[in-house]
């Protein structure tokens, strides 16, 4: 029988079982369309500053009246000390207009309440926090992107995983609501000394987990259906396992910084400041609309001087194209203030802070393609003087934060043209944005899915081309594809990232050669900056590589990579041994019984000299000296 | 037709979109598995693409590029309900009974490229080419994907149970 008949037959059946709601049937949906009818009117062009500038009040003005229509009820807000059982109240921001809205105004706070109420119904997770999650060797981003940022050591952020470990405990966080606090027992064997319950409505995502300070902080988000979403963020004392703090904002997570002493909670309706130092000093939450989505992103970075640490962010209203980059000034434990300078335009952002500033990219569709505009902004030595200093615009759009990169002075963007389907990598002078070089557009027909940039050098993987594509930047004005001498080089589908300071590494398969499963490709470092194979593995032809919740495991000095794959549709995770020299062979393979290949989140930890391999309430220990399994431990 | 002549842009949207309706909201119930789920997804996929009809200027592509848009969005919802995951221990599927259910039931054992693939191309009866542009994956991606959906559904079982 032909493919058309029984996918005839399949569709007949859905079709009989689950008739198109009215809803969606065409004479419905005219309802559904109407409440977009009435659109603010956009300005495009940011040098339009007096426009731009008195759009910015409005919009300071909508924001604040909707802060107060939405910012939670006193007694909702609070950050509790259990052990004095005192409730302090947070302050609320300082806003510079808090009349009520014009006519005008109250439109566009009907569209802001519009998007806010859509955002409860298609609230975000911790997945699409666009930022390296690392701690101890574990990386837990959920995606090729995650993976190409080096899963070893951690950085100044050192963003939040649900898995965390100190000399004494491991500290884990699972996905039923439970927190675990194991601890390696006289004889060498685990034992759990600690456990608590995540309380507050039902999970949403993976919980996130800092260790910062001899205190342990769980940050999550739970959904209740009085209440919708709620972002938790919760301090333990990692001797005794108490809860001593607790802090919880409505929205879900959009996410979450360490900063010196401070955090920097945004949810999708708040970015809240919560300092460390004192449990109390809850310095106050601005609140607004934080959308994170889609390729849009909420970034922000610090700077302090004698008087006042000085937070800047930006943010992006999706759908209603509205761009706002702020100063947050907060003087220790004052209320937080703040200025926008706002950006109307494109139907997507992407914001990245480089040394110098903050670059924000606009993307406009059309059709097919796509006109991106790129900004610089400079903050000025006085926090509230921020400027837009040079723009660029170019035919495409950037994926997502990866593709921006300053360095020396230039910053480099990795563009997509989807008219053409081709990529380009433009370098620009760093201030005024003007174009100093670009390469001949590669990876025809595909679009560029993550970027790394390595000094002079970058490489990028792509979507149906072969990868990794490497490139030599070291002249602004003439960067250019350098050419590798390995001709068949497979399409990896799943990751690439450094592995120790001269190589790479690039997990995936050959969707031309499916039987031939997962591959391992090495890549070595060349003296002229270029990377040449090195070493491949085939570890199995059914063992497909797994694109999900990530947690590549990768240490190069105990010479070891370890990944998340399937066999037979059951998960696994595979270790390998890893050396640019003497090559790779597959090590150990840890397998999980009774779960499906869609449920896994595995994740490994190098502990004491053991690799630990989490899997829900199962961890299997794995001596990284024998490589054997040594045992199994059930969370109950 | 270029909707700059045109002075309701709704009917142009409700005309097209009713050539495609069906198409989307089965595509997103055997992407979700959910008939709830589903019909949300459609919902605010047509919200957000009739928000951008305005710069759509071939009409001729409304069909991929209202997909696009749906496939963004559910992917996202389909991250979410992954995390709330069925206890299966099932290596491979007999689709011998035809009822939506277990249509829908049997579509769990694919992961979500084989299923998105595998609901375009079968329940949609979309070419390799289509789902190539609403996905953004390369042919031979599309039918290494479908290749694999069909082997853990035994399809062939299928066809041989039809005839």
Known sequence: MSDFKSSKKIRNALEKDFPVPKSLKPENISELIKSCDEKPVRHT????????????????????????????????????????????????????????????????????????????????????????????????????????????????????????????????????????????????????????????????????????????????????????????????????????????????????????????????????????????????????????????????????????????????????????????????????????????????????????????????????????????????????????????????????????????????????????????????????????????????????????????????????????????LSDPSQPYQVPTSVGAMPYLRMCTFPYGSDSLVSVGSDPNDPENGTLIYMYQQQENGSYLESARLSPGADIDTLTVDGGIYSDSRSGVIGFPCSEDGKPEYIFVRANSFSGMELETKVTFEGVHTEDVICKALNYDDTIYVFLSNVVKEVSLSSGSIEAEYTLE | MDIADNNDPALTFTKLYSEVYSDLYYYALSRLGDPDNAEDAVSEAVLDAYKGFRKLRDYKRFKSWIFKILDRKLKYIYRELRRRPEESDRQEVFISDFSGVEVLDALKVLNENERTVFSLSVINNMTSQEISEITGMNSSTVRSHLLRARKKLRTDQLEHEIQ
């Open chain 1, 45 to 472: 062009g940011v040098f339009s500053m007096a426009a731009a500038l008195a759009a910015c009040i409005a919009i300071v003005a909508v924001t604040a009246a909707a802060a107060l229509r939405f910012a939670p009820q006193p007694d909702t807000d609070i950050y509790t000390d259990k052990s004095d059982k005192s409730v302090k109240t947070s302050t609320l921001p300082a806003v510079e207009n808090d009349s009520e809205p014009a006519d005008d105004e109250r439109k566009l706070f009907d569209q802001i309440e519009q998007l806010k109420l859509n955002s409860q119904q298609h609230d975000q997770t911790y997945e699409d926090v666009n930022h390296p999650i690392q701690i101890s060797g574990v990386s837990t981003r959920n995606d090729r992107l995650a993976a190409m940022e080096s899963p070893e050591g951690s950085n100044g952020y050192a963003l939040p995983s649900s898995l965390a470990a100190d000399e004494y405990n491991i500290y884990y966080a699972t996905g039923d609501n439970m927190i675990y606090v194991l601890r390696k027992g006289s004889s060498g064997e685990l034992i759990t000394i600690a456990e608590t319950n995540i309380t507050g409505g039902q999970l949403v995502g993976q919980p996130q987990i800092i260790l910062t300070g001899g205190s342990l902080f769980v940050a999550y988000t739970t959904k209740n259906s009085d209440t919708g979403y709620t972002t938790h963020l919760d301090g333990y004392n990692t001797a005794m396992f108490t809860r001593f703090a607790e802090y919880s904002q409505s929205g879900s997570l959009v996410d979450l910084r360490l900063v010196d002493f401070d955090f920097y909670l945004v949810t999708q309706s708040s970015l809240s400041e919560i300092e460390l130092t004192t449990p109390d000093a809850l310095s106050g939450q601005l609140p607004g609309y934080y959308y994170h989505y889609s390729g849009n992103e909420a970034d922000l970075s610090e700077s302090s001087n004698q008087y006042d640490i000085n937070t800047r962010f930006c943010s992006s209203l999706t759908g209603e194209c509205v761009t706002n980059i702020g100063v947050i000034s907060s003087n220790f434990g004052e209320s937080l203030s703040c200025r926008y300078l706002s950006i109307f335009g494109g139907d997507s952002v992407t914001a990245y802070f480089g040394r110098s500033g903050l670059y924000i990219s606009t993307a406009t569709y059309m059709g097919q393609g796509c006109r991106s505009e790129l900004f610089s902004i400079v903050f000025q030595a006085d926090p509230y003087d921020v400027k837009i200093t040079g723009s660029f615009a170019f035919d495409g759009r950037i994926t997502d934060s990866s593709c921006l990169n300053e360095y020396t002075n230039y910053l480099r963007v990795a563009a997509t043209d989807d008219s053409d389907g081709m990529n380009k990598i433009y370098v620009l002078f760093y201030s005024g944005l003007e174009l100093e070089g670009s390469t001949e557009g590669f990876g025809e027909g595909s679009y560029i899915s993550g970027v790394k940039f390595d000094g002079n050098f970058a490489y990028i993987l792509t979507y149906g081309s072969d990868d990794p594509l490497f490139f030599d």
